[in-house]
């Protein structure tokens, strides 16, 4: 069964350094999705993703945040300059235009 | 404003006993409601999907129900299993041009042999 993948699983970084996250979503979808959770805490959505462009973002995805889809395959989220309340898990998910989102397995990411 | 509630926010249950886990929505227009299960460091697993007019949905050993009259769905499972022990997750999912996942705080679940 096809299924979104993440890399790295585990990132550490020093505060003020730029993270790249990956995912490739399932073939076949159109939507993609980045969601952040901190640990403890519920799971946030961050920003949609539709034909090469933003298609909705939440008041987290300030202007440190950036997304690309720089190839057919690979769905990025770029965090500029990391603060420490950066750290948390973050997930994509992909989907085909429904309802239905699949996650990836998550990218912990900790910034000391 | 939109928000998932769910309770308890934590339960301990001896392997083989049944459990049922709270959510309580306030979210419009409903599209349908998401029980997902979510394992320590990993991303969440959809376990049921109820739509409006869903009252009960089964899926194994977990069975899900909706009252869209007083926005609560709960989740039993039964004959618990070392295994079960992970996060449950409820989330409403909304529409507003796209469809929105709207995800509550979690039930932290923990089975006991």
């Known amino acids: 069964e096809p299924e979104v993948t993440q890399t790295p699983s585990h990132q550490v970084t020093q505060m003020g350094q730029e993270v790249i996250l990956r995912c490739v979503p399932i073939s076949n979808h159109l939507y993609f999705y980045w969601y952040r959770q901190i640990l403890g805490q519920k799971v946030e959505f961050l920003v949609s993703f539709y034909n090469n462009e933003i298609s909705e973002k939440s008041e987290i995805f300030d202007d440190q945040f950036s997304v690309e889809r720089p190839d057919g395959s690979n769905f990025t989220l770029k965090i500029r300059s990391t603060k420490l309340e950066d750290s948390a898990m973050y997930f994509c998910?992909?989907?085909?235009?429904?309802?239905?989102?699949?996650f990836g397995p998550g990218t912990r990411l900790l910034v000391l | 404003k939109n928000q998932v509630e769910q309770s308890p926010q934590s339960l301990i249950i001896l392997e083989g006993k049944n459990c049922t886990l709270q959510c309580n929505y306030t979210v419009s227009p409903f599209s349908n409601l998401r029980w997902y299960k979510q394992d320590t460091g990993r991303g969440p697993v959809s376990l049921t999907i109820?739509?409006?007019?869903?009252n009960t949905k089964s899926n194994g050993r977990y069975t899900a129900t909706l009252d869209a009259d007083t926005k609560q769905s709960s989740l039993h499972i039964t004959a618990s299993q070392l295994s079960d022990s992970a996060s449950y997750i409820c989330v409403v999912i909304f529409t507003s041009g796209t469809y929105k996942y709207i995800f509550g705080t979690g039930t932290r679940l923990k089975v006991l042999a």
């Open positions: 998910a992909s989907s085909e235009g429904g309802e239905t989102q699949y």
């Open positions: 109820m739509t409006f007019s869903e």
